[in-house]
């Protein structure tokens, strides 16, 4: 049988096809993954498969990964700001709300949230946002190169990558069958082309949105033949009838291939969007063996050591906070330094939103969209003038404000199609206690790995306010010297010996008189 898309080479080797399984259509492609991961499992030869062999390939690429770390002070931003996205943790808000307003356009790379679109030796090139893994690294200057991420709790991690990929999926329930819905998928996808990225170009979107949009076709369609009208339960995470039960989809091959202990293989460059040619290999033998995905944490581990920052989802407001501090700080004076000035954030009219979902649904999400739109251009004319750290958390107040209400609208327009399934924080709590702690074994590498960025965060806060105690010190010094002259502090310290004797003798003169005027 011939796979389209595919040349037959004789020998089944899964990394050798890997490459080209990517071009293909991403529902296709990840259906093909999986059978080559089975088919390749299934024939390997048992010296092949044991633990032994799993042991030195995970190991061999352990000691090259670690050898390529850059030594260098992690704390400096260098030339090129690389932002690593772990997906569902609210990187969309700092791309939009903090990096867009510090950079301007002319030195953003080009989109990269689907594959490589631009060379990496260009020297203008400042800032590269991308949900591409660390292996990104290989096609970038190591020893110029800054990386920052955020990471969020593993658990609802899961929660919110499963309800987004459902939200955007039911966004095509409009078109009266499935067929009508990937055309229009295709067309989105062109549309978009030159003027931002779709959501279905995105890893890991371009696998789960399709996954879940055939997933809910099939339940619309199987209702509508049953004639079934009556949706029974309260539990959106449990409505099999509407959509794919949370407990079935975390345990769904897709799932264990992209979702479960994402950050930690994100950032150990060994997702299936991985520019490693090992990197198949290498996760198979963890997901294999399970004692060995020790060795690859501490690779993640000694990564986010050398990152120039890594933030948490869970405290939004103060990472941000931080994210301005020890980031947007050394940007702008970076940006000023430069020739390029640091008039920053002046968006082309002429670019798009770098991330369509899909087209807007009804006249309330193409309101919200073009409300959002109005609102960023008003913040971007505001910023042209001279950045600060406190000008760019100003504007983060504004924009976070009007990116929230908009995402709001968007999820509140898509749900209604699977409605009574409506997901929301509250909800969540209906989900059952097995079906929890199935997710926490499911991400047991990524619950250490969020644990210790915890650890870095708590540092870098101390790091921060320690800093930010130095530079109120140093200006109320400047500020003093500035207003009276430098020696003053020296005149200060010479006369303040006199000064308190004088003190002294004042109030010792003024305590005889009381008792003078006490004794007549």
């Known amino acids: 049988m011939s796979i389209p898309g595919l040349q037959s080479t004789g020998n089944f080797s899964p990394a050798g096809v890997w490459s080209r399984v990517r071009l293909m259509d991403p529902t296709l492609s990840l259906r093909l993954a ?8 299934a024939n390997a030869s048992p010296h092949k498969r044991d633990f032994g062999h799993c042991e030195n390939v995970v190991k061999k690429w352990a000691s090259s990964a670690l050898s390529l770390e850059v030594k260098e002070d992690k704390h400096t931003l260098r030339d090129l700001l690389f932002f690593l996205h772990v997906p569902r943790t609210g990187g969309r808000t700092y791309f939009h709300c903090l990096l867009k307003k510090l950079y301007p356009n002319d030195l953003e790379c080009p989109r990269s949230y689907d594959k490589l679109r631009f060379d990496p030796s260009k020297q203008k090139c400042r800032l590269l946002v991308t949900h591409d893994d660390y292996s990104m690294m290989s096609k970038l200057p190591k020893d110029r190169t800054s990386v920052v991420t955020i990471l969020r709790d593993p658990v609802d991690r899961v929660f919110s990558t499963y309800e987004f990929s459902v939200e955007v999926a039911a966004r095509f329930l409009v078109h009266p069958n499935l067929t009508s819905a990937t055309k229009m998928a295709g067309r989105l996808r062109s549309k978009t082309k030159g003027f931002g990225v779709s959501t279905l170009d995105i890893w890991p979107w371009k696998y789960l ?9 099939a339940r619309r369609d199987s209702r509508r033949l049953s004639g079934s009208r009556n949706i029974y339960g309260s539990n959106p995470y449990n409505m099999e009838d509407i959509v794919m039960p949370l407990h079935k989809y975390i345990n769904d091959p897709v799932a264990q291939e992209i979702i479960h202990n994402g950050a930690t293989f ?3 460059g060994l997702t299936n969007n991985s520019y490693i040619p090992e990197s198949h290999e290498v996760r198979h033998c963890i997901m294999q063996h399970k004692e060995l995905g020790g060795i690859v944490l501490e690779v993640a581990k000694r990564r986010l050591d050398n ?5 948490l989802t869970e405290d939004h407001r103060e990472s941000a906070t931080m994210f301005a501090d020890v980031v947007g700080a050394q940007v702008i004076s970076q940006l000023r330094g430069s020739s390029s000035g640091v008039q920053t954030a002046a968006t ?7 991330l369509s979902d899909s087209e807007p649904d009804d006249e309330h999400s193409q309101n919200a969209t073009l409300e959002f739109e109005v609102s960023m251009k008003e913040i971007s004319e505001a910023s042209k003038e001279n950045m600060t750290v406190g000008k760019l958390m100003e504007s983060y107040e504004s924009c976070i404000s009007t990116l929230r209400k908009t995402q709001s609208l968007r999820r509140i327009s898509s749900l209604k199609r699977i409605s009574p399934a409506n997901f929301t924080k509250e909800s969540r709590h209906q989900v059952g206690e097995a079906v929890l702690q199935e997710i926490k074994s499911l991400n047991n590498l990524d619950l ?4 210790y960025a915890k650890d870095i965060f708590a540092q870098q806060h101390r790091r921060t306010t320690q800093k930010s105690a130095v530079t109120v010190k140093e200006k109320f010094t400047n500020t003093i010297t500035g207003s009276y002259g430098s020696s003053w502090w020296n005149h200060v310290f010479l ?6 004797l004088l003190v002294f003798f004042i109030l010792f003169v003024n305590a005889r008189r009381r008792t003078s005027k006490v004794k007549i």
């Open 307 to 311: 990152m120039l920052y890594v933030g």
């Open 348 to 354: 082309n009219e002429s670019e798009q939103s770098s």
């Open 495 to 500: 006369f303040l010996p006199i000064i308190l």
């Open 448 to 451: 250490e790995l969020y644990e």
């Open 34 to 41: 999986i059978l080559l991961i089975l088919l390749g499992l």
């Open 209 to 217: 949105v399709p996954w879940m949009r055939e997933d809910l076709f």
């Open 266 to 268: 994100q950032i150990a």
